[in-house]
Structure formats: structure tokens, C-alpha cells
């Protein structure tokens, strides 16, 4: 473990009796009690995850707006300073190099939140296409980032002091907040399917935040909720994980993620090879008996058409799942059935997203 | 505390023998490293086991886990109960068999009793 990199929580993490793990490389906690509680605290009151592994990369400059509209799938031409935005950067065959969620402060500077094992490749991959008057700046080793989510999500800030304004739509943010004496960039997003927040903070005061919140969400119901619950929070409200649902190999149309995809936008990098008819789509499968997880062969009466890309339980509502990539073109009345260890698991299909808050 | 009326195997299994009858199931140690168990691919009665291959697949929430057989038979009786409620196992993994099988060949030399048991936890801890 003594190689791995540290998150400023960690000492929190090992105080909290966190069960650590290797985590791409970061020392990260993938259960504080129990998956399945963490899970249902974030459903039904709230949870503080530690995402300080995320990385937090800038780009500033006169053209930082062209840059990043040729960067990446979505349009950001009707973006604000104040909100945020998923989308998806792609090499020009299609693949994913990431996903990631852009912050933009002004014309001229952005902030782009991507996955913490894809960090160095991204920055590689934002530097080699860089055009016109545009810096790319890492931070990430600057700042800590806490997800508060949950519906109790305001009742814990408010319990710890906030001093600001919580940012009311979901997908915006708002700069200068302070609680107990911290000042953070507090944004309405998560990766939970729930309602919520996401903290940034300076690394040095990632510790004090944390306990603030913790203390403060004590008798609210507030769990600290590791990278597990994270995992069956994001798979029950069928997000996407880059490297399972997409990766360099499954673009973000067969993915599924059409929201984030413009083409009405006359050029970014891969939109040629994503304006191609689609091949391959996302879909996903209740389990009637057994269990799957990722890379399991999924047959569609009775023959092999593709794979599971996570697999687990959905805590929530009860029962197991799969998200699966698989032939475009499936008849309505296809017979499902996954490969588990040479046995044909029942499944039925159901619709994308399993958990969809009320 | 690990009850003193059954035998240990050094995968965290445990194993009560009556007759030419083991019936075995997991230990607290091993459902405690496991996390929640949502699933338990239980073996059928007729199954065949082999000592130290795996017989049923327990499954957590983040990881798939072989649970080996201490004993070489037929399986003649499983805990159907598991199969609904899977929580069991985390609740009371002492109490909570996963099959029985009639055995024709057992290593009890390899087997440790709970006392052992507990001290090889410690050591591996």
C-alpha cells in the first residue's frame, strides 16, 4: 500500500476504519460498514464519498472556447460561466479517451474533471491537440473534491455552517462558499443518481471540510460512503464507468450517452466515425436468478452477441443486474440469457436507467 | 468466537462431521472479509465434491468467492434458505450450513479445531 498515491483523506479514511484498497493506483477506502447500508444512506438520507482522486485539469487562455468545442462531443456554446457539463473526448476513430465534466468560470477558462487512472493519458491527449492561445494546467494535486449526495444533501450544509449560496439547478455551480471556515466551489452533480453536491476544495483543508460534514450530517442520517457504494450507486442509476460501459474500444454512441453528443456541431475530434450507423448498443438485463458481473458473454437466443460491462446488485430495488453491449438491431422478443461460469443465467431485458429517482 | 464443535480448513470454512455425514458452511472470519453477501450459488443434491475444490460460489457485492469442499462425497442436503435470503451468511455464518455431503474421503490431519483455528486468523492478520 506504501506505493500508492495518498488522497488528502486518507488519514480520515484509516481513522474511519475504512477497508483500503488499490484503486488505480490511489489507496482509497471501499467500505467504511457495509456496501449495501452506504448504498441505501445516499438513497434515503446521505452520503460523503471522498473523490479527491479525480482530476482537475484547466485550460485557460483566447481560444480555450474553439479548443474545447473540438475537444470534445457535447456544445458548449450555450454554456454560461457557472455550469457544468458532461461530455465525452474522443480519439478520431470514435473511442473514448474519457468522459469528463467541464466547469466553465469565463470564455477563457474552464475547468475539466476527468477520471483519475485516465489523468496523465488525457492531459497527454489535451496537450498533443492543443490550437491557438490555450495553457493546460493540472491541478489536480491542488485540490480535494468531497461528493455530498443524498436527498438530506442541504440539511447537512446547512447543519455545518454553509455560507454561501447552494447552487439551485442541477448542473451549475457557484465559487466563494465557506463551510466551517473552508472555501469551496460547490457544484450540483454527482454520480449517484441522487440529488446532491460535489465540494472542491484546497488539499490542505480537504480534512477539516470532511469532518465538518461528518459531524454535522451525524444525526441526519450522513454515512461516509467509499468506493463501493459508489460503484452500485452509479450502476443502479446505469451511468456509464469509463473503462466498463466505455473505453477507447466502446464509443460513447454505442454507449449510449446521445445527450452529450452534437452533431449539429460542424467539427470535433471523432465525429465523423460516430456519424457512422451504430453497430453496437447498451442495454440492460435483470438477472431473474444468479449473478453477473462485467466481461461475461451474454447470449441472445441462445447465441453469443456480446458482453456484460458491469454487473451486480441494484441495493435499492432489490435484485441483480447487468448493463450489456450488444447488437444494435435485437428483436423485441429475444431470449436473454449470460454466461456465469458455463451456466445460462435467465434474464429479462428492461430499460436504461434500472433506478431513476422519484 | 468460533464454536468448538466443528473442525477449520485454512480457506475459512467450517466442517461438522457426523457419521460419514460433513455438513459445511463458512466461517465469520471469511463472511466478515466478504462484505455483504448477496448471492450463493448453491450446489445441487446429487452434486459430486472433491476435497479442496470448489463446491459453491459465494458472492458479495464486489467479489465472486470459491467455497471449497473439505470432504470428497454427495451432496445430500443443501440450504435452500440461502438461496432467498442470502444475508444469512453475514448474520451467522456458524449457523447457517451451505450443504451436506456424505463423504468417502475426509483429511481430518488437515482439518484444525477451533482453538487452531482461531490462532491461523491471527497469523494471517
Known amino acids: 500500500m506504501d506505493e500508492l498515491k495518498k488522497t488528502p483523506l486518507y488519514e480520515a479514511h484509516i481513522a474511519l476504519g475504512g477497508k483500503m484498497v488499490d484503486f488505480g493506483g490511489w489507496a482509497l477506502p471501499v467500505q467504511y460498514s457495509s456496501i449495501i447500508e452506504e448504498h441505501k444512506a ?4 446521505c ?34 460561466p457557472g455550469r457544468c457539463r458532461y461530455a465525452v473526448m474522443c480519439y478520431p476513430d470514435g473511442g473514448a479517451v474519457d468522459d469528463v465534466l467541464i466547469y466553465k468560470f469565463s470564455d477563457e477558462r474552464y475547468m475539466l474533471v476527468v477520471n483519475a487512472a485516465n489523468t496523465a493519458k488525457d492531459i497527454e491527449w489535451m496537450k498533443m491537440n492543443v490550437m491557438g492561445d490555450v495553457e493546460i494546467i493540472d491541478e489536480s494535486p491542488l485540490w480535494a473534491q468531497l461528493a455530498l449526495q443524498g436527498p438530506k444533501f442541504e440539511e447537512v450544509l446547512k447543519a455545518a455552517g454553509y455560507e454561501g449560496e447552494i447552487p439551485a439547478k442541477n448542473y451549475t455551480f457557484t465559487e466563494g462558499n465557506t463551510v466551517a471556515g473552508v472555501n469551496c466551489l460547490v457544484s450540483r452533480t454527482g454520480y449517484t443518481g441522487e440529488d446532491g453536491v460535489e465540494l472542491y476544495c484546497a488539499a490542505e483543508d480537504a480534512m477539516k471540510l470532511h469532518a465538518a460534514l461528518l459531524a454535522a450530517g451525524k444525526d441526519i442520517g450522513l454515512l461516509p460512503c467509499a468506493l463501493g457504494a459508489r460503484d452500485t450507486l452509479r450502476f443502479e442509476a446505469s451511468m456509464p464507468l469509463y473503462g466498463h460501459e466505455m473505453s477507447d474500444k466502446i464509443n460513447p454512441v454505442e454507449c449510449g450517452v446521445d445527450f452529450a453528443i452534437k452533431f449539429k456541431k460542424p467539427a470535433f475530434i471523432g465525429r465523423e466515425a460516430l456519424m457512422q450507423p451504430k453497430t453496437r448498443q447498451r442495454i440492460g438485463l435483470k438477472v431473474l436468478k444468479g449473478l453477473a458481473r462485467e466481461h461475461m458473454p451474454v447470449l441472445m437466443n441462445g447465441v453469443e452477441v456480446g458482453f456484460t460491462t458491469s454487473g451486480g446488485p441494484a441495493p435499492s430495488l432489490g435484485g ?39 | ?43 445441487q443434491v446429487g452434486d459430486e465434491t472433491v476435497m479442496g475444490e470448489s463446491y459453491c460460489v459465494v458472492e458479495s457485492v464486489k467479489a465472486s468467492s470459491s467455497v471449497f469442499s473439505a470432504v470428497t462425497g454427495t451432496v445430500v442436503e443443501v440450504n435452500e434458505e440461502l438461496d432467498a435470503a442470502p444475508e444469512k451468511l453475514n448474520e451467522d455464518a456458524f449457523k447457517n450450513f451451505i450443504a451436506a455431503v456424505e463423504f468417502t474421503e475426509i483429511n481430518e490431519d488437515e482439518l484444525m479445531d477451533a482453538e487452531e483455528y482461531e490462532k491461523f486468523c491471527e497469523e494471517e492478520a
Open chain 1, 320 to 358: 441483480n443486474y447487468a448493463m450489456a453491449l450488444v447488437p444494435a438491431d435485437c428483436p423485441e422478443d429475444a431470449v436473454w440469457t449470460i454466461d456465469v461460469r458455463g451456466r445460462q443465467l435467465p434474464c429479462e431485458r428492461v430499460e436504461l436507467p434500472f433506478y431513476k429517482r422519484a
Open chain 2, 1 to 43: 468466537m468460533v464454536p468448538n464443535d466443528r473442525k477449520y480448513t485454512r480457506d475459512h470454512e467450517w466442517v461438522m462431521v457426523e457419521g460419514n455425514v460433513a455438513r459445511m458452511g463458512i466461517t465469520a472470519h471469511a463472511a466478515e472479509a466478504l462484505g455483504d453477501i448477496v448471492y450463493v450459488e448453491l450446489p
Open chain 1, 42 to 45: 445516499v438513497r434515503t438520507a
Open chain 1, 47 to 80: 452520503g460523503l464519498f471522498d473523490v479527491s482522486h479525480m482530476g482537475e485539469v484547466f485550460v485557460i487562455g483566447k481560444s480555450a472556447f474553439d479548443y474545447i468545442q473540438n475537444l470534445v462531443t457535447n456544445d458548449i456554446t450555450t454554456m454560461t
